[in-house]
């Protein structure tokens, strides 16, 4: 018959089937059914005695973090918890190092493991046995008992207050707003006729050295340490080394005319020119005679320079460098000195204990200020030595004096006298000062006076 071309819907013929059993066979079967019972009853105990024994953790290990310990329990592999428990142990108390992270499921046994809670009973039997959750896989979690970390009191938070920056000049604290403000420098006259003259106690530094016809000039430089002069002067004329010694504060030069060598420079210089004669704010005093009556104030020049928008300048370059007092009066505590042969400036500087500073003296008398009526003073006095010499046809009879290069120098500070250098590389370059052994002079904080003596000049104390 061909089965390809039978319908499928036919079911093809079955020939009728007889099956004879044997007494034999069924003998044979009936004896293997008991020998098969008997078999699984055994195992069954025998696994049941097992099963009462252990726990068989068939899940992932769960990180656990604790006190710094950081663990992730027995494993499944794990034959002997106890072990756990024993480097736990170790590294909490014998100051191991714990993981920096916990580790997760598929890290494996990283970090150190806690110590397990101990079972009263059996897995599945008696007091104290875990209830296992509802699923496929039995799990337990080893956590030890956690000890609350005592509650620490609060530290208040500490609102530091900012440090005030040393003022570049006098090395007195200062705002840093009010330490960028630019300086002012006034040519102050110092003929008979105008003393006593008014500022030079405010001024942060003071120059000193000879004009013409034997009569020294101050130069006083005011900065932002500076207090307040209701009145500066008398102002007189520029001079070309005053304007080189000027130049490094980058200031408002007050002066009031000049030689034409001076006038021509200040075209040339990082200062900003302030000829009394022409512009800027100033006064005449009716209680004295011209030329030794004109006057400003700091007021006047600070308003001027903010309305003119020149109040602010970076003149760090010319700081000087400053420590803390350390009085130590020995035998030269009176400084004496006069500007040479036809000069008519002879002073003395005397220590005063008290203060730890000079008093100033000038022809025989205290040199006092005009308006407080106090006896001039300094923290720090300075004496440099250099050249002098005459400008050929000049019919005024003005000079020259040095002041780039190096030469010898006398600091007066602290109750004591000390030999040092003085140094500036260039006529722009700041004015230096230097110890005996080549590092940069120390000044106390406060005012400075720079008295600039012709070389071989000598000098008492």
């Known amino acids: 018959m061909n089965l390809s071309q039978h319908k499928d819907s036919e ?22 059914m008991v020998v098969a019972l008997a078999m699984v009853a055994w195992f069954g105990w025998q696994g049941r005695d097992d099963q009462s024994r252990e726990v068989v953790i068939s899940a992932p290990a769960v990180p656990i973090v604790s006190e710094g310990i950081v663990g992730d329990g027995p494993r499944a592999s794990d034959p002997h918890p106890s072990t756990h428990v024993a480097s736990a142990t170790a590294t909490a108390f014998t100051g191991g190092e714990a993981a920096t992270d916990p580790p997760t499921p598929s890290q494996g046994g990283a970090g150190t493991e806690s110590p397990p809670l101990p079972l009263k009973g059996k897995a599945g039997q008696g007091d104290g046995a875990p209830t296992l959750p509802p699923t496929s896989a039995s799990l337990v979690i ?30 007195l604290p200062i705002d840093a707003t009010t330490a960028q403000l630019r300086p002012y420098i006034a040519m102050i006259d110092n003929h008979p006729n105008a003393v006593p003259q008014s500022g030079l106690d405010k001024a942060a530094i003071v120059y000193e050295a000879l004009a013409e016809g034997g009569i020294t000039r101050f130069m006083a430089v005011f900065d932002g340490s500076s207090p307040d002069a209701s009145e500066i002067g008398p102002i007189r004329s520029a001079r070309v080394y005053y304007i080189e010694w000027a130049e490094p504060y980058q200031a408002l030069y007050v002066h009031a005319g000049g030689s034409p060598a001076a006038l021509d420079l200040l075209w040339h210089v990082l200062l900003i020119n302030t000829d009394l004669l022409s512009t800027g704010p100033s006064w005449r005093s009716s209680d004295r005679l011209a030329p030794h009556n004109l006057y400003t104030s700091s007021t006047t020049l600070k ?68 308006i407080s009526g106090q006896q001039l003073s300094a923290k720090n006095v300075v004496i440099v030595f250099t050249t002098r010499s005459d400008i050929t046809g000049d019919d005024k009879g003005r000079i020259e004096v040095g002041t780039s290069g190096s030469g010898a120098a006398l600091f007066a500070l602290d109750g004591t006298v000390v030999a040092g250098r003085w140094q500036k590389d260039s006529p722009a370059a700041p004015l230096r000062f230097l110890d005996s052994s080549g590092a940069e002079m120390q000044f106390n904080r406060g005012n400075t006076w720079i008295e600039a003596l012709p070389v071989g000049q000598k000098v008492g104390y």
């Open 303 to 370: 308003k001027w320079m903010a309305d003119h928008g020149t109040q602010s300048v970076d003149f760090s370059a010319a700081r000087l460098l400053h420590k803390d007092d350390n009085p130590r009066p020995g035998p030269h505590t009176r400084i004496s000195f006069d500007f040479g042969a036809v000069s008519r400036s002879d002073v003395v500087w005397g220590y005063d204990p008290t203060t730890n500073s000079y008093l100033r003296w000038m022809w025989g008398a205290p040199h006092l200020d005009r």
């Open 11 to 32: 079911p093809l013929p079955v020939a009728p089937q007889v099956v004879i059993v044997s007494p034999l066979l069924l003998a044979l079967f009936g004896a293997s």
């Open 142 to 171: 080893y956590m030890p008992t956690i000890t609350p970390l005592p509650s620490s009191t609060p530290v208040p938070s500490v609102t530091s207050t900012p440090v005030n920056p040393p003022d570049p000049l006098t090395g």
